[in-house]
């Protein structure tokens, strides 16, 4: 069980979802516009600001009606590939809801879509080899060997800790050490949990 460090932080914020909202933006059409004045660019701020909070909440709206939850479809995922492990996993809310879990297994790189209401696996596709990320992404990936928890054990430990439902996880890197960082809808709010697993023996 992923254990909580003295540095394990806890953070309310509804500004966090930031997995599923990147998701959302990069499907969003782009269009060229000459640069706006300062004025324009003050209101074009507070309407984009505006225009992410309804984003943010019209996915936790989706989210909660989601039959699957985030570990099982980890469950699901990691079943296609005997021995995978997850390295993040976030809900889309497209159409349909999905949740876009990354594992990776004999130095490959997969991603799957989980269907949020029916746990079918929708896409199973091999994204790159390790060799091909870049070097935090491998650093992070090569230091989760090492640990004996998965993100599965960090949301379930997140998820009690904050009496609420995991939307979206993944690694990060504090100080040079691996952690798990899990982002959990807690009633209204979106709380992001930090763990620090305890590393194997010789690592």
């Known amino acids: 069980m992923v254990t909580l460090s003295t540095g394990a932080m806890f953070t309310t914020t509804r500004h966090l979802f930031v997995i599923g909202v990147l998701a959302l933006l990069a499907s969003a059409p782009s269009f060229a516009a000459a640069a706006p004045s300062s004025s324009e660019a003050t209101s074009d701020q507070g309407q984009g600001t505006e225009s992410d909070d309804q984003a943010v909440a019209h996915q936790i709206e989706l989210f909660r ?17 005997a021995g995978a492990r997850t390295s993040d996993v976030s809900f889309d809310g497209g159409s349909p ?28 596709r091999l994204v790159s080899s390790l060799k091909e990320l870049n ?4 650093t992070n990936i090569a230091s989760l060997s090492g640990v004996e928890q998965q993100l599965s054990d960090a949301i379930r430990v997140a998820e009690r800790a904050t009496s609420g439902k995991a939307i979206s996880g993944g690694l990060t890197r504090e100080r040079g050490k691996l952690n798990f960082v899990v982002i ?20």
């Open 184 to 203: 959990v809808v807690s009633g209204l709010d979106l709380k992001q949990v930090i763990l620090e697993p305890p590393r194997r023996k010789g690592h």
């Open 135 to 138: 070097a935090e992404d491998r």
């Open 65 to 81: 009606t989601a039959q699957v939850s985030l570990s099982r479809a980890i469950e699901i995922a990691e079943r296609a590939h």
């Open 97 to 124: 809801p999905v949740y876009r879990v990354r594992t990776f297994h004999d130095g490959q790189l997969w991603e799957h879509a989980v269907n949020a209401a029916t746990g079918e696996i929708a896409t199973d």
